[in-house]
């Protein structure tokens, strides 16, 4: 009984500080710059608002990462995981050509 006690606690406090580590990693993941040449190639910007509609057109108000189907965050989430930037976070407020909301 007291090895199986003792496995018990020694597998729950390692898989405790496993997801402990695993959320501050991703709290802690880069955060897309608009001057990175990825972000720059798409027209992201940080703030949907600021984008130049002459130059991208297809820009509608209303549109931000945090509505875009690429998005991986939760709709409440500042920042988030965007399947065209890999482990880079987007801002929700933030807008790329690449836009969908299917």
Known sequence: MK?????????????????????????DAAKLSEADPKAQAVG????????????????VAGQNCGNCSLFQGKSSDAWGGCTLFGS??????????SY???
Request: glycine content about 6%; some cysteine.
């Open 88 to 97: 880079q976070q987007v801002a929700a407020t933030g807008w790329c050509s």
């Open 44 to 59: 992201y910007k940080e703030v949907a608002a600021t984008v130049d509609k002459s130059k991208f057109p297809t820009y």
């Open 3 to 27: 090895n199986s006690r003792r496995s018990f606690l020694l597998f729950s406090i390692g898989a405790g500080s496993s997801l402990a580590l695993t959320r501050v990693a991703l709290a």
């Open 100 to 102: 969908s909301n299917m």
